[in-house]
């Protein structure tokens, strides 16, 4: 496991299999699940699928996205490669999906600090156009 600027962050691939993890979705490069740390840390683990990317390949990406920082863009805060399992885990935002703000709020509710949810879709929608590249 790589880690990213979050020196609070302690913890290994085991620990994260240890532990329960709820399916928040599934999207063309994989499922996104929210994991409960045996610390009461939350964070949200994205396992990525079918993504045929060389170590070297791989970690050049994750080192560029993770020193992306924008106010609109989750921080990657670790990473994990092995041949068979390339996992990216970030902070846990308890504000919800971008579907859910978009359809489940009427639009006057939507604040600057009600857009956290916004930053997992662009780090994310930023790691697609890496790879389709």
Not at 9 to 26: C, I, N, Q, S
Request: proline letters at 2%.
């Amino acid at each position: 496991m790589v880690f990213f600027e979050a020196p609070s962050l302690a913890f290994d691939l085991e620990d994260l299999l240890r532990v329960f993890a709820e399916v928040l979705g599934k999207g063309a490069f994989g499922t996104v699940y929210r994991a409960v740390l045996e610390d009461a840390t939350t964070v949200i683990v994205k396992r990525l699928k079918e993504v045929n990317a060389g170590r070297r390949d791989f970690e050049q990406q994750m080192e560029l996205l993770g020193r992306i920082r924008h106010d609109n863009v989750v921080e990657l805060c670790a990473y994990y490669y092995s041949k068979d399992e390339k996992l990216l885990v970030y902070d846990y935002y308890s504000r919800g999906s971008v579907s859910n703000m978009l359809h489940g709020m009427i639009l006057a509710d939507i604040s600057p600090s009600s857009c956290h949810s916004h930053k997992f879709n662009a780090q994310f929608g930023i790691l697609n156009l890496q790879w389709a590249s």
